[in-house]
């Protein structure tokens, strides 16, 4: 059977065997009478009989996948002809995949080569082999353990707890899941990173001002030693993200106030979904606003007061990204102040405190967690976007603090250097990864920060 | 439905004296709404100087929302609309170029549930004394903390850690906290709201004899649903039923010697 149709199976039969052991102990219980006899509800025994059934084939299923392709290929190589196997790995690789695809496309007597021939009638009759032996394990699997489960089925059985066991057991791992791909994406960075620093100094990559990742491609090729000095990405980030956060904080944190503590039911209920509408809008369109509406209204502007402002700027790019930004502030300020307590309020104006007060004294220290956990998301937003500064600020990598100048990000170096033809081994493109790290390091360090001052600073309610 | 209607449309008028002859607060003809609901029913009611007066009736029968007009604490309910005219020495709280603020400096609140704030116990004392500028310095903050802590009960039992959240302590010392802070300001009233429902009989009896000092210096209406405590408490008590003042009088009066027929089944357990 395909093990498509296998999985069907076992699925179905897991179905069935739940109802199967429900209804047998609806039976159970009803003949029994007594509420204290019955230790789990007939829902629990169905799903331990279901999972009883289930699993082990499962297990079985998904294990052969696994490690099929590899013991068949192995199987394979054994097979081939001397001199194939003498070519050495990449030659195996080769010709193991010329059969694969061969086979794939059907057709297998009329190919010429007869050594080929011969490697695509193993490869077929391996995989038969191969599915044979699965489906009949799984079957097999699937009647012990049924009958294993069924004899299991007593009414002392503490269904309940093992299936509350197993509940816990799937939220872990899906936990973990997420905790293990993190932890996968931060080490081949490392790694890979690790490769870049061997090329290239890490002080010199951490200190250095000078961007410029031109390498020669050829050894007579002059002018292009290429040179990796961090610094000017990291500043133009920083200055870029600086300015969407003056932008976003005041306007994100007071549209919160004011939707939270002013404004009616009726206005808050149109209002917030407009706000959060600005998150929706793709970052493609905040681009070429910032870059045809925007940056060149504030070079208009700048040059009427005498100001020299380039056609990129970071503050075009900034100001667009920090109105891009206010919901993530907004929103989530919005929902942590609506959280503080009526009851600390009742207190405040008990005493005599103004609203105003209120908010200042009571309110806004009860959700300073949530409001700079708010930040931190929008900060991190602003430190990863990319779209707008490619199209707003430029790709300069100028060392300025200036504004008004064009500046480039370490997000959006990274994708200059990853995208056209490029050798995966050179400095140029093990930077990406170098950068990537770097950029992870830095926000861990402003979460860090961040998650201090609040345990100093906040207080707590209840 | 049609039977509590009968019920109300029965109570004609309160039994018993309303007026006194020192009144702090004089109320008038008090009818309050939630929306188009009627809570409560032109209620007239004097409350004394230096005396406690109890309020009790069934739940629901709108004896927090009387006391919340005292201090026009309903303000913050959008839907709540009080007419009739709430007097305090003399001038309506409720006119035109009154501030609520300042009143509810004047007219303080304990509520039923400790509320204090998620700030230090010195802190939550010194908020009042703070946003009215009440203390031109630090050596004067620290007198009116530590004064209104020692008129509360409290200090002894938190002077070594007035550092210390107010959410750190037990419910009983939160309530008595939240008296410390309401006395910090001065008022010249208390309204508290049934401040001991959240207690165990020990801290309530602590809060019972302070409640019998602080009437030296204040006027204070107490809203609970113990009549024991409102017997041991209080100098006069008022029977609230479905939003109209059914009795008010002495409190001796009223537990010995009930006037009308539904504070008789109140007080003796016998409900409706
Ligand atoms: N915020 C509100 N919105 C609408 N109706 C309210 C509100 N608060 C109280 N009410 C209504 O007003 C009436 C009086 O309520 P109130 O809270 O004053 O009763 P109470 O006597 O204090 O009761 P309890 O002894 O249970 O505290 C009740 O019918 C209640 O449903
Ligand atoms: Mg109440």
């Known amino acids: ?115 080929k021939q011969a490697a695509a009638q193993k490869l077929v009759s391996l995989r038969s082999a191969s599915r044979l032996v699965l489906t009949v394990l799984v079957l097999a699997a699937l009647l012990v ?40 994406i931060v080490l081949s960075v490392l790694f890979e990173s690790i490769r870049f620093f061997q090329q290239v100094g890490f002080w010199e990559f951490v200190t250095g001002s000078k961007w410029s990742p031109q390498t020669a491609i050829r050894a007579d090729q ?33 549209s919160a106030i004011y939707l939270a503590e002013y404004a009616s039911a009726r206005t808050r209920s149109i209002v917030k979904p407009l706000l959060e509408i600005l998150a929706g809008i793709p970052t493609v369109v905040y681009g070429f606003f910032a870059a045809l509406t925007v940056a060149p209204a504030i070079r208009s502007m700048g040059e009427s007061i005498g100001l020299s402002v380039s056609s990129e700027s970071a503050l075009a790019a900034g100001a667009v990204m920090g109105i891009m930004i206010i919901p993530f502030v907004s929103s989530l300020s919005d929902d942590v102040i609506t959280s503080v307590p009526q009851s600390i309020r009742d207190a405040s104006f008990g005493l005599g405190a103004t609203q105003a007060e209120t908010i200042r004294k009571v309110v806004l220290p009860a959700a300073l ?24 600020a430029g790709l300069a990598a100028n060392l300025t603090a200036n504004p008004l100048e064009a500046v480039t990000t370490v997000t959006v170096q990274i994708v200059t250097l990853l995208t056209g033809d490029q050798e995966f081994e050179s400095a140029k493109t093990l930077a990406a990864f170098a950068l990537g790290l770097m950029l992870f390091v830095a926000t861990l360090l402003l979460n860090v920060i961040a998650l201090y001052t609040v345990r100093r600073y906040r207080e707590q309610y209840d | 439905m049609d039977e509590a209607q009968a019920v109300l449309d ?89 501030d609520p603020v300042l009143l509810r400096a004047r ?70 906290l939240c008296i410390a802070r309401s006395i910090a300001v001065s008022p010249e009233v208390i309204l508290m709201d049934e401040p001991c429902s959240a207690l165990d009989p020990i801290a309530t009896a602590r809060i019972e004899e302070l409640i019998d ?39 001796n009066e009223i537990f010995t010697n009930p006037q009308h027929e539904l504070t008789e089944n109140y007080i003796t357990g016998r409900f409706g």
């Open chain 2, 107 to 176: 007219v303080g609140m304990v509520f039923q549930k400790p509320n204090p704030f998620p700030k230090s116990i010195f802190d939550n004392v010194a908020y009042g004394a703070r946003i009215h500028g009440l203390a031109a310095n630090r050596a004067e903050l620290d007198d009116i903390v530590v004064g209104s802590l020692k008129r509360a009960g409290l200090y002894e039992e938190v002077k070594s850690r007035l550092d210390a959240p107010g959410t750190s302590l037990s419910g009983g010392q939160q309530q008595r």
């Open chain 1, 145 to 184: 353990s049924l009958l294993v489960g069924l004899r299991h089925m007593q009414p002392q059985t503490q269904a309940r707890v093992i299936v509350e066991k197993f509940i816990k057991v799937i939220l872990v791992s899906c936990a973990s899941i997420a905790i293990l791909t993190t932890m996968g």
């Open chain 1, 369 to 392: 967690p949530g409001i700079v956990s708010s930040v931190l998301l929008a900060a991190s937003r602003a430190i990863g976007e990319t779209m707008i500064v490619v199209m707003a």
């Open chain 1, 222 to 254: 002059v002018g292009s030693s290429g040179s990796f000095g961090a610094i000017p990405l990291f500043t133009g980030t920083m200055l870029i993200s600086v300015i969407a956060l003056i932008v976003a904080v005041p306007l994100g944190l007071m």
């Open chain 2, 213 to 251: 000092e602080l009437r030296e210096n204040y006027a204070i209406a107490i809203v609970t649903h113990s009549m024991q405590q409102a017997a041991r408490v209080s100098q006069r008590t008022a029977y609230f039923h479905l939003g109209k003042l059914v009795e008010v009088g002495d409190t």
């Open chain 2, 10 to 98: 029965s109570i004609e008028g309160t039994v018993g004296e309303i007026a006194v002859d020192n009144p702090k607060m004089s109320m008038r003809d008090v009818d309050v709404f939630y929306a188009e609901k009627q809570a409560i029913f032109g209620v007239d009611l004097d409350v004394a100087n230096n005396e406690v007066i109890a309020m009790i009736g069934p739940s629901g029968c709108g004896k927090s929302t009387f006391l919340r007009c005292l201090n026009r604490m309903n303000d913050t309910i959008p839907i709540c609309r009080v007419s009739g005219s709430v007097m305090l020495d003399g001038d309506d709280i409720y006119a035109a170029d009154q």
């Open chain 1, 1 to 115: 059977m395909q093990s498509n149709t296998l999985l069907l199976v076992i699925l179905a039969l897991a179905v069935v065997s739940y109802f199967f052991a429900r209804h047998k102990a609806f039976g159970v219980l009803k003949s029994n009478g007594s509420v204290s006899a019955r230790h789990s509800l007939p829902a629990h025994y169905g799903y331990l009989l279901a999972l009883w059934c289930a699993i082990p084939a499962l297990a079985i299923l998904l294990g052969w996948k696994l490690f099929e392709p590899g013991v068949i290929n192995g199987m394979l190589v054994d097979s081939l002809p001397q001199q194939v196997v003498d070519g050495g790995d990449s030659r195996i690789g080769l010709y193991t995949n010329d059969i694969n695809n061969l086979v794939e496309a059907g057709g297998i007597e009329s190919i010429a080569d007869a050594d």
